[in-house]
């Protein structure tokens, strides 16, 4: 398996399997004597329970129906509402989507898209 150290061009990488478990951290340009010794100290953070997962990169509808889900807790009926309302909308423009793939490109796209869609459905301009 070799040591869990990578150098991609100046950075040096760990990468390693504990469990089923990978674990990647780029630790920028430093030797290969500290990045091996980095290496061995998170395994055993690793292996002794000390090494936090890193936060999951949820699809953007798991994500919003988790939100719903807590925020219906702390909101008023009608805000609610709306909020349900807009993920709809959302959901199908984002379905299948990590949430750190939405750019704000995405985002405008999205608004663009959005605003023409009502203007197709109400051409007399009403939001309605």
């Known amino acids: 398996m070799g040591n869990g150290i990578c150098r991609r061009e100046e950075s040096w990488y760990i990468d390693f399997f504990i ?10 340009k430093v ?11 998170r395994r055993t953070d690793h292996i002794e329970g000390r090494l936090k997962p890193k936060a999951k990169d949820p699809l953007f509808e798991r994500f919003i129906d988790k939100y719903l889900a807590e ?5 008023a009926p009608k805000s609610h509402v709306r909020d ?7 959901k199908r423009f984002f379905v299948g989507r990590r949430i750190s793939r939405i750019s704000e490109t995405d985002i405008h796209r999205y ?7 009502i203007v197709a459905k109400n051409p007399d301009g009403s939001l309605a």
């Open 84 to 90: 349900k309302i807009s993920a709809v909308h959302l």
């Open 19 to 28: 469990k089923g478990e990978r674990y990647i951290e780029c630790l920028g």
């Open 111 to 117: 608004k663009r898209d959005r605003r023409e869609e």
């Open 71 to 75: 925020a219906s807790i702390n909101k």
């Open 31 to 41: 030797s290969k004597t500290f990045a091996k010794e980095i290496a061995a100290q």
